[in-house]
C-alpha cells in the first residue's frame, strides 16, 4: 500500500463489505488516500471499480477528518489505463451507456468534491484515467507516467469531460491537437503545457502529493474549501460575476471560529489551531 509511513494516526476508511477491494481509502491527519486497486488490469475503470470510486468518495465527502485528498493507483506502470474495454466488449447497448455514465458519474464527483483533490500519476493514464487526473485539482506526475485521450483512435470520443476540461486547461488549440490525434504523451510533456504540476522520480511521487497536501492542511479548512469553490466556479462565467461568487464565498467563512483564531494567531506569533468551524 503506498501510502507514507511517516504520517501518524493512520486510520483506513471502512466501506460497506460488498464494496471492498477495487478501490482502498486511508486516512491520516486530514490526508485521505483512494488508490486504485487493480493492479492486474491496469487499474482500468469497471464498473465494480467505478461503483467502488463513487461509494469512496461519498464517503469522504462529509467526513469532516478529510483535508485534502490523493488519488493514485496501484503498482508504478499504471494510474488507470481507461475503460475497461474487455468488460465493455461484452456488453449490449444499454450497458455500455451505462458503463459509460457510471465513468463520467465518477468523474464528476471527483471534480466536485469540496475538499482540494491532488492525483498522483503513477503510470500511464489513458482516456478514462487521463479524463480523471483532468478533475482532480493538482497533478504530480512520475517520470515514468503518460497522458492521454486516446478515444478517436478506437472511433469513439472522450466521454467522461475531457473535451471540455482539457481545453480549459491546456487552451484550446493544444487540446484539439491531442484529442484529434489520439497522441499519447509524456510526463515532462504534460508538464510543459501546463496538464501537470509537478514531475517526480516514482520513488518521489507519493511523497510530493503529501507535501503539497500538508501545506493546504496546515490552512484553514473552511477557506480551503471556499476558495476551491470560488475558483472553480468563477472561471466559467464572467470577471463581475466570478467577484460575486468570491464576496460570497468570503461571507461563509466571515463568521467562523477558524478566522478568529487566525487572526489571535498572528497577533501572538504561533501556528494557528484551525478545526474547520
Not at 498522483?120 to 504530480?140: H, I, K, M, S, Y
Not at 480551503?224 to 460575486?244: C, F, H, M, Y
Request: charged residues 25%; hydrophobic residues 45%; glycine residues 8%.
Amino acid at each position: 500500500m503506498p501510502f507514507d509511513p511517516n504520517i501518524r494516526n493512520f486510520r483506513e476508511v471502512p466501506l460497506s463489505e460488498e464494496k471492498k477491494g477495487l478501490v482502498t481509502v486511508e486516512l491520516a491527519e486530514g490526508i485521505a488516500t483512494v488508490t486504485l486497486n487493480r493492479l492486474e488490469a491496469h487499474n482500468a475503470l469497471s464498473v465494480e471499480m467505478l461503483e467502488q470510486f463513487i461509494d469512496a468518495l461519498y464517503s469522504l465527502k462529509f467526513d469532516p477528518e478529510a483535508r485534502v485528498i490523493v488519488v493514485t493507483g496501484v503498482g508504478e506502470k499504471a494510474f488507470c489505463a481507461g475503460a475497461d474495454l474487455i468488460q465493455r466488449g461484452q456488453m449490449d447497448m444499454p450497458q455500455t451507456r451505462q458503463h459509460i455514465n457510471l465513468i463520467r458519474t465518477a468523474v464528476n464527483e471527483l471534480e466536485a468534491m469540496p475538499q482540494p483533490v491532488i492525483a498522483a500519476v503513477n503510470g500511464v493514464a489513458f482516456g478514462g484515467g487521463t479524463e480523471l487526473t483532468l478533475a482532480a485539482d493538482l497533478r504530480v506526475a512520475s517520470i515514468n507516467a503518460k497522458f492521454g485521450l486516446t478515444e478517436t483512435a478506437l472511433a469513439i470520443i472522450p466521454g467522461a469531460g475531457g473535451t471540455q476540461r482539457l481545453p480549459r486547461l491546456i487552451g484550446v488549440a493544444k487540446a484539439k491537437e491531442l484529442i484529434l490525434t489520439a497522441r499519447r504523451i509524456g510526463a515532462e510533456e504534460a508538464e510543459q503545457i501546463g496538464l501537470v504540476n509537478y514531475v517526480t522520480s516514482a520513488g518521489d511521487l507519493l511523497p510530493k502529493a503529501y507535501e503539497l497536501a500538508r501545506e493546504i492542511t496546515k490552512n484553514g479548512p473552511m477557506a480551503v474549501r471556499q476558495a476551491k469553490l470560488a475558483i472553480n466556479k468563477g472561471v466559467e462565467v464572467d470577471l463581475a460575476t466570478g467577484l460575486s461568487i468570491e464576496q460570497n464565498a468570503y461571507e461563509v467563512i466571515l463568521p467562523s471560529q477558524d478566522r478568529l483564531e487566525g487572526l489571535k494567531a498572528f497577533k501572538e506569533k504561533r501556528p494557528p489551531v484551525y478545526k474547520g468551524e
